[in-house]
């Protein structure tokens, strides 16, 4: 790769894909190099242009590891999106369902929330550590507002996920319009190394969906509240429990399970342990390779639905994101009891 670099010809197929590899499981740190391991598979591009392999799985682009490791460089592995309503919208909205409504007919129901959809209009997206315009952004935001259609009941679930608005009992209407936010974050321990800390094992699973409850006032300003109702935990917790389940259904998440790993790699390559030990400089790729750009999305339709509970009206609108912190992941990695990974 880098022979083709420096004589100015672009990546091969192969490379560009990252040879077929389907999930990075073993990171080797070596003297003279950095290998990364996993299952490959032959690949082709689907009706979406994604490369998948037979099964529908996404491989690796060589692009969002590009993405990783400027991103370690220059925002130190930290980086994310969110998907909010606009604050004028959402007072707008407070104060439209502060309007008396009496019983509504199943037509003027449907209005009625057409009415609320308008309302809450368009919400805006912000992407921040990676270019807004680049292949990472748009796993990001993709995977992050699937999960909030999920959630709303407003796309398929698979087994043993029920919808958030799906849960809701008579017991647990809210006033007004309910704001969740969901997010997706590495999940702790998603490393473990050898002995030696020459040798890296991936968790089966590094995402998992966090939540909390928001507050909002008149102005359609929102307060978090740092928790969660039982049902908005049992909503984040159900999700990450059936991820896997959710990875072979929509291979979007497939993408962000694979693009966090590739975080995680890109910040190992620059803990103080690594680089004191080692004879080689992991960013040489980042130095010489900026990741491909495309057209930053900045808003995006509002994710609101809605449910009659014994003629009580429930809204629920949600914000969120992405939020991944790579240092923090990688201050305490476990050790395993023995050397499995290094002799994998």
Same mark, same amino acid.
């Given at each position: 790769? /880098?022979?083709?670099?420096?004589?100015?010809?672009? *990546?091969?197929?192969?490379? #560009?894909?990252?040879? =077929?590899?389907?999930?990075?499981?073993?990171?080797?740190?070596?003297?003279?190099?950095?290998?990364?391991?996993?299952? &490959? #598979?032959?690949?082709?591009?689907?009706?979406?242009?994604?490369?998948?392999?037979?099964? %529908?799985?996404?491989?690796?682009?060589?692009?969002?590891?590009?993405?990783?490791?400027?991103?370690?460089?220059?925002?130190?592995?930290?980086?994310?999106?969110?998907?909010?309503?606009?604050?004028?919208?959402?007072?707008?909205?407070?104060?439209?369902?502060?309007?008396?409504? %009496?019983?509504?007919?199943?037509?003027?129901?449907?209005?009625?929330?057409?009415?609320?959809?308008?309302?809450? =209009?368009?919400?805006? $997206?912000?992407?921040?550590?990676?270019? *807004?315009?680049?292949?990472?952004?748009?796993?990001?935001?993709?995977?992050?507002?699937?999960?909030?259609?999920?959630? /709303?009941?407003?796309?398929?679930?698979?087994?043993?996920?029920?919808?958030?608005?799906?849960?809701?009992?008579?017991?647990?209407? *809210?006033? %007004? $319009?309910?704001?969740?936010?969901?997010?997706?974050?590495?999940? *702790? &321990?998603?490393?473990?190394?050898?002995?030696?800390?020459?040798?890296? !094992?991936?968790?089966?699973?590094?995402?998992?969906?966090?939540?909390?409850?928001?507050?909002?006032?008149?102005? =359609?300003?929102?307060?978090?509240? !740092?928790? #969660?109702?039982?049902?908005?935990?049992?909503?984040?917790?159900?999700?990450?429990?059936?991820? !896997?389940?959710?990875?072979? !259904?929509?291979?979007?998440?497939?993408?962000?399970?694979?693009?966090?790993?590739?975080?995680?790699?890109?910040?190992?390559?620059?803990?103080?342990?690594?680089?004191?030990?080692?004879?080689?400089?992991?960013?040489?790729? &980042?130095? $010489?390779?900026?990741? #491909?750009?495309?057209?930053?999305?900045?808003?995006?339709?509002?994710?609101?639905?809605?449910?009659?509970?014994?003629?009580?009206?429930?809204?629920?609108?949600?914000?969120? =994101?992405?939020?991944?912190?790579?240092?923090?992941?990688?201050?305490?990695?476990?050790?395993?009891?023995?050397?499995?990974?290094?002799? &994998?």
């Amino acid at each position: 790769l /880098m022979i083709r670099l420096a004589v100015g010809e672009e *990546p091969s197929t192969a490379m #560009a894909h990252l040879a =077929g590899l389907k999930e990075i499981q073993y990171v080797f740190l070596l003297d003279q190099d950095v290998v990364i391991a996993g299952p &490959a #598979a032959g690949w082709q591009l689907d009706g979406d242009g994604i490369a998948v392999t037979a099964t %529908g799985r996404p491989v690796l682009l060589l692009d969002d590891l590009i993405s990783m490791l400027h991103c370690t460089r220059r925002n130190r592995g930290q980086f994310g999106c969110s998907i909010d309503p606009k604050r004028e919208n959402l007072a707008a909205t407070q104060a439209f369902l502060a309007r008396p409504t %009496g019983t509504l007919k199943p037509s003027q129901t449907r209005k009625w929330v057409e009415r609320i959809r308008d309302t809450l =209009g368009l919400q805006d $997206i912000r992407v921040y550590g990676i270019d *807004p315009s680049g292949h990472a952004a748009r796993v990001i935001v993709e995977a992050d507002y699937h999960m909030k259609l999920l959630g /709303m009941g407003l796309e398929p679930t698979v087994d043993g996920l029920t919808s958030y608005l799906g849960s809701i009992q008579r017991r647990d209407v *809210p006033k %007004g $319009i309910d704001v969740l936010r969901w997010w997706f974050t590495l999940k *702790p &321990a998603s490393l473990r190394q050898n002995q030696s800390g020459s040798a890296f !094992e991936f968790a089966t699973q590094v995402v998992r969906l966090q939540c909390e409850n928001e507050l909002i006032s008149r102005d =359609g300003s929102r307060t978090g509240t !740092e928790d #969660a109702s039982e049902l908005n935990q049992q909503f984040a917790h159900q999700f990450t429990q059936h991820f !896997e389940q959710l990875r072979r !259904e929509y291979p979007i998440y497939w993408q962000l399970e694979n693009l966090f790993r590739m975080s995680l790699v890109a910040g190992l390559l620059q803990t103080p342990e690594v680089q004191a030990t080692k004879n080689w400089k992991g960013h040489t790729l &980042a130095d $010489i390779v900026q990741p #491909a750009q495309g057209i930053a999305p900045k808003e995006v339709l509002s994710i609101v639905n809605h449910r009659v509970i014994d003629r009580r009206h429930v809204v629920v609108g949600v914000s969120g =994101g992405v939020t991944v912190n790579v240092p923090s992941a990688l201050k305490t990695i476990p050790t395993a009891a023995s050397d499995r990974a290094a002799s &994998a």
